[in-house]
C-alpha cells in the first residue's frame, strides 16, 4: 500500500437479513484530500459509510487505516484508532452549551480517567483546562466562537452543523467522516460550509463526505466513488466521475439531487 494512502478498505460485503447491502465494495483515500461517496438513494453508501465508522460489523472486508489493521467493531474503537464522523441527523448534547459539546468530544483523548475526574487532583485541573482552551480554539476555527456559552439547542441550523464538525475535530481524527453536512442547509449556509471544509484540507485533515448536493461534491473532492445497487460503479476524478454512462444513468441521469 503507497505511504500516501491514509485509508484502505478492500471487499466489504454486508448483509441484512435477504438484502445484500453491499458487495465487495472499497476505496483507497489519499492523505490531505476530500473524497466523496455518491449514489442516488438506497444505493449503499450510508451503510458503507456506517460499516467505515463501526455503526455497523461487516460480513467481511479488510481495513487499513495509517498503515495499520484496524478493526471497525465498535464507534469508540474507531473513535480511538483515529475517524470521527458526524451524523446526517444532528446529534448533539442539546442542553449542553457549544464548548460542552466540543469538550466532550475532546475527553477521547484525555489521560486523567474516571478517578482522576472525581478526585479533581492538579493533574486533573490542568487538563480540564486544557481541554476547555482547545474547545474554545475549535469553536473559533469553525466560526462559532461566539457562541460558545450558548446551549446548542438554541444555535441556527448551520451553526449547529459547524458545531458538530468542531467536536469531531476535538478528537484529533486521521480521517473526518462527514455524513452529509450540506443536508438541510440554504444556499449561503452551503457557500460557507465549502470554504470551511477547503480549509480543514488545507490545514492538512483527511474528509470522507457524502453528500447528496453533486455541485458541491464534483466541487469540493478530489476524488471520489459512485454506489449503485450495493456496489462500486465508478472511482476517481470527479470530471471523469461524470463522464461514466453508469454514473449518468444511475444518479445524475435520474436527477442529480
Known sequence: ??????????????????????????????????????????????????????????????????????KPTAVHEVAKAGIARTFQNIRLFGGMTAVENVMVGRHVRTKTGVWGAITHHAGARAEEKGIYERAMALLEYVGVAQYAKYTSSNLSYGHQRRLEIARALATDPKLLALDEPAAGMNATEKVELRGLLDKIRSDGKTILLIEHDVKLVMGLCNRMTVLDYGKVIAQGLPQDVQKNPAVIEAYLGAGGH
Open 1 to 70: 500500500m503507497s505511504e500516501n494512502i491514509l485509508l484502505s478498505v478492500q471487499g466489504v460485503n454486508k448483509r441484512f437479513g435477504g438484502l445484500q447491502a453491499l458487495t465487495d465494495v472499497g476505496l483507497e483515500i489519499k492523505a490531505g484530500e476530500i473524497y466523496g461517496l455518491i449514489g442516488p438513494n438506497g444505493a449503499g453508501k450510508t451503510t458503507f459509510f456506517n460499516v467505515i465508522t463501526g455503526l455497523y460489523s461487516p460480513d467481511s472486508g479488510k481495513f487499513v487505516l495509517g498503515g495499520q489493521p484496524y
